[in-house]
T-cell receptor, first 112, second 112 residues
Framework: QKEVEQDPGPLSVPEGAIVSLNCTYS??????FMWYRQYSRKGPELLMY????GNKEDGRFTAQVDKSSKYISLFIRDSQPSDSATYLC????????????FGQGTRLTINP | EPEVTQTPSHQVTQMGQEVILRCVPI?????FYWYRQILGQKVEFLVS????????KSEIFDDQFSVERPDGSNFTLKIRSTKLEDSAMYFC??????????FGEGSRLTVL
């Protein structure tokens, strides 16, 4: 079983829709969970950073972590064409070394 | 807004040649990283660096790779004798006390 699994998509939705992106993981030692957005041939841009289980909201973005199910989600409300990108989940065991393990990335297109 | 900067943005080299990729991390950050992303694949951890020494490295980071912080601002990745399979985007990242990891735009390495 892969350490972090993420459906690569592609996922295509109309503008204004709510988007749900998900990752599952196998390593119960993961404590820190992140979502990055990556435009083509650019570096990952940090969107959300959460520790342990629970929800975190920032504007149109909500991150959820369910450690009991080893499942994390990113919701995007009122999606915009500018949200079209690849979304990467990433996680780490401890904050110090911060070796991140990434998912494959989900390619998202928001259609006007 | 502070950012991680990388040079060159693209380098083409012949197999067997040495390559140095350069990074300027965010100024008050103390933890530095190199990741790579082969086209179409996951972002993979290479090495983390703290207090002028490697704190963790992956299996990919073999004897052909080295990192250095030659002065107070630059952080470099050297590949001693490049192979075709080293062709990838190389991302530098830095982290401050908050635990959030910020990535540069990447250096695309093409080995012919």
């Amino acid at each position: 079983q892969k350490e972090v699994e993420q459906d690569p998509g592609p996922l295509s939705v109309p503008e204004g829709a709510i988007v749900s992106l998900n990752c599952t993981y196998s390593n119960s030692a993961f404590q820190y969970f992140m979502w990055y957005r990556q435009y083509s041939r650019k570096g990952p841009e940090l969107l959300m950073y959460t520790y342990s289980s629970g929800n975190k909201e920032d504007g149109r973005f909500t991150a959820q972590v369910d450690k009991s199910s080893k499942y994390i989600s990113l919701f995007i409300r009122d999606s915009q064409p500018s949200d079209s990108a690849t979304y990467l989940c990433a996680m780490s065991q401890i904050q110090g070394a911060q070796k991140l393990v990434f998912g494959q990335g989900t390619r998202l297109t928001i259609n006007p | 807004e502070p950012e991680v900067t990388q040079t060159p943005s693209h380098q083409v080299t012949q197999m067997g040649q040495e390559v140095i990729l350069r990074c300027v991390p965010i100024s008050n950050h103390l933890y530095f990283y190199w990741y790579r992303q082969i086209l179409g694949q996951k972002v993979e951890f290479l090495v983390s660096f703290y207090n002028n020494e490697i704190s963790e490295k992956s299996e990919i980071f073999d004897d052909q790779f080295s990192v250095e912080r030659p002065d107070g601002s630059n952080f470099t990745l050297k590949i001693r004798s490049t192979k075709l399979e080293d062709s990838a985007m190389y991302f530098c990242a830095s982290r401050g006390d908050t635990g959030e990891l910020f990535f540069g735009e990447g250096s695309r390495l093409t080995v012919l």
